[in-house]
């Protein structure tokens, strides 16, 4: 299993809880943490980190050989690693909404273009692409971001029916605001707000994402494709 | 020129097309060297299968490689882009 952005928040708890599970886990990022070094050390090879910038499209192609020389056969890949700029985009640098597009989309469907005829060549996989509710809801300041998370949805919906014959299964999660440094930068009333908008007047943990992405990953969800399931709280209910 | 070395590289491409096509329950079209991919019996799917086969086991993949490859349209195209690649 191959987790983009497997280094910290969404991405690091999904590592643990697939090899928890009893899964290999390969996590992808440019620099490992110290969280993740304990978790290394903690799931006794279940666990494996290699370092990549995925804002490298070129060397994708080799990754992902590499990935297939040192693994094996991949058998799940979730596109979770992203970055995300806050502000107006008026006065956005055009060089951030460039990075926000190489690296929350681009470089996820380039990636998978490789690993998904991998999986077809072996007989099936499953493709998970981490979206947000901020793809199909607006919030001021995420208007490129919002573009980008939008881009997985179709992605995936498109995906699915391509690939589907091949027995792979393509899904997105699509997550209401979690407490990760991604969502450092909201001030606490921002926060509140956003939890008394939502249903069940919190914010969806971390590990609520993780397991939704473990499911889609799992034999449980043989028969679900090309779907987008939301996990906010109730906040866009 | 077909040295030894291309020879044996277009059976390996041959033998994949064969193999892919008796996994995916379709009819092979007779693979001579004019032969139209499209025209093989394989769909897109089966050639991306072929594609990716044949980098782990030539360790090579023309398609990457090239910027702005076009798909190649015959069969003996598609071995020269094998042959190009080694
Ligand atoms: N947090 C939220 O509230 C929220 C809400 C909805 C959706 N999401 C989505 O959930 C996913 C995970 O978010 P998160 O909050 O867990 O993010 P995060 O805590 O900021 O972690 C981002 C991960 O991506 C990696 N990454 C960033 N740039 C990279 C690059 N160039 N090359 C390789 N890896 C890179 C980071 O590692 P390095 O920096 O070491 O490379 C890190 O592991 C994202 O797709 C995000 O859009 C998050």
Redesign the pocket.
């Given at each position: 299993m191959i987790v983009?952005?497997?280094?910290?928040?969404?991405?690091?708890v999904l590592v643990q809880r697939l090899a928890d599970a009893g899964y290999r886990a390969v996590?992808?990022?440019?620099?490992?943490?110290n969280p993740l070094l304990s978790a290394i050390d903690d799931a006794a090879g279940a666990i494996e980190f290699v370092p990549?910038?995925?804002?490298?499209i070129a060397g994708i192609p080799a990754l992902v050989q590499r990935l297939r020389k040192s693994f094996g056969p991949i058998h799940g890949l979730v596109?979770?690693?992203?970055?995300?700029f806050h502000g107006a985009l008026a006065l956005m640098p055009s060089a951030q909404i460039e990075q926000l597009v190489r690296?929350?989309t681009l470089?996820p469907i380039v990636l998978t273009k490789y690993v998904v005829r991998a999986m077809m060549a072996d007989g099936g996989g499953r493709i998970v692409n981490?979206?947000?509710?901020?793809g199909t809801t607006g919030y001021s300041g995420l208007a490129a971001?919002g573009a980008?998370?939008a881009s997985?949805i179709g992605f995936t919906r498109s995906l699915a029916r391509e690939v589907g014959p091949m027995g792979v299964t393509v899904n997105a999660v699509?997550?209401?605001?979690?407490?990760?440094?991604?969502?450092d930068a909201l001030g606490d009333d921002q926060r509140r707000q956003i939890e008394r908008r939502s249903a069940l007047r919190r914010?969806p943990t971390?590990e609520d994402?993780a397991e939704t992405v473990l499911f889609l990953l799992g034999d449980a969800a043989t028969s679900i494709t090309g779907t987008v399931v939301t996990v906010d709280a109730g906040n866009t209910a | 020129m077909t040295t030894a070395h291309d020879t044996s590289l277009r059976t390996r491409i041959v033998e994949e097309f064969a193999r892919v096509a008796r996994e995916h329950g379709k009819t092979l079209a007779p693979l001579t060297d004019d032969l139209a991919l499209l025209d093989s019996g394989l769909d897109s799917l089966c050639l991306a299968i072929i594609v990716a086969r044949l980098e782990d086991r030539l360790g090579v993949d023309p398609f990457s490689a090239a910027d702005d490859a076009d798909f190649p349209v015959t069969l003996a195209d598609f071995v020269r882009l094998y042959e190009d690649a080694a």
């Open positions: 983009t952005g497997g280094s910290r928040g969404l991405g690091l996590a992808i990022a440019r620099k490992e943490t990549f910038d995925l804002g490298d596109n979770n690693a992203a970055v995300q690296l929350n470089s981490v979206a947000s509710i901020i971001y980008t998370k997985m699509a997550p209401g605001f979690m407490a990760t440094d991604m969502t914010l971390i994402v | -």
